[in-house]
């Protein structure tokens, strides 16, 4: 199996639903996303600013992994690295089964820490109509699945660019599983 690695990364300064591709972006410790209208150390979403402006930002950094794009290309719907609104599309990582606290490291500075799940939003299916339905939906047990990638919040600052290797630091055990934040 080929190393974790990034296949894009994409930064808007505006709340809008994709955001696009950059060669770079970076990383600032404890804000998110240099440039990014979600970067802030309290909540940047803009619902999430309507209940509580003081929150903390658990949200920095938004990350989808490039497999969830094949999978869904496989249902007919056509997704790019960026259109969801991520930060940084991965590959070679279940980001999915990540524990609470993992520390992924992105080439040479940057590091995040995992702070849970994105919970979709009805956007989505502005976006593609039916893919919300792809994204979260009930398994066979009745529990809610939630696929639209993980967030985290940034430990240290640097680049992140296309290519870079990603390495992945559990945290202590008991693992803790990913909640929606």
């Known amino acids: 199996m080929s190393a974790a690695r990034v296949v894009a ?12 591709n950059a060669d770079e972006i970076q990383l600032l410790a404890g804000i998110g996303v240099a440039g990014d209208a979600h970067a802030g150390v309290t909540v940047q979403h803009l619902s999430r600013i ?4 003081t929150q903390p930002n658990l949200r920095q950094v938004h990350l989808i992994h490039a497999e969830l794009h094949d999978e869904v290309h496989e249902q007919g ?13 991965t590959r070679g990582i279940d980001l999915l089964s ?6 992924l490291r992105f080439g040479e500075q940057a590091v995040v820490e995992v702070t849970g799940l ?15 339905k792809q994204l979260v ?27 870079d290797v ?16």
């Open 98 to 103: 990540l524990p609470r606290g993992t520390v």
């Open 77 to 89: 719907f056509v997704v790019a690295p960026g259109q969801l609104g991520e930060n940084i599309t």
């Open 9 to 20: 990364v994409s930064r808007d300064s505006e709340h809008r639903f994709s955001k696009p």
């Open 50 to 53: 309507a209940a509580d402006p």
């Open 118 to 132: 994105r919970n979709p939003c009805p956007q989505i299916d502005r976006f593609s109509d039916g893919l919300l």
């Open 137 to 163: 939906y009930r398994d066979q047990d009745g529990d809610l699945v939630r696929r639209a990638g993980i967030m985290s919040i940034v430990l240290a600052g640097g680049p992140v660019r296309p290519g």
């Open 166 to 181: 990603i390495t992945v630091e559990l945290p202590p055990e008991p693992h803790l599983p990913l909640e929606r934040v």
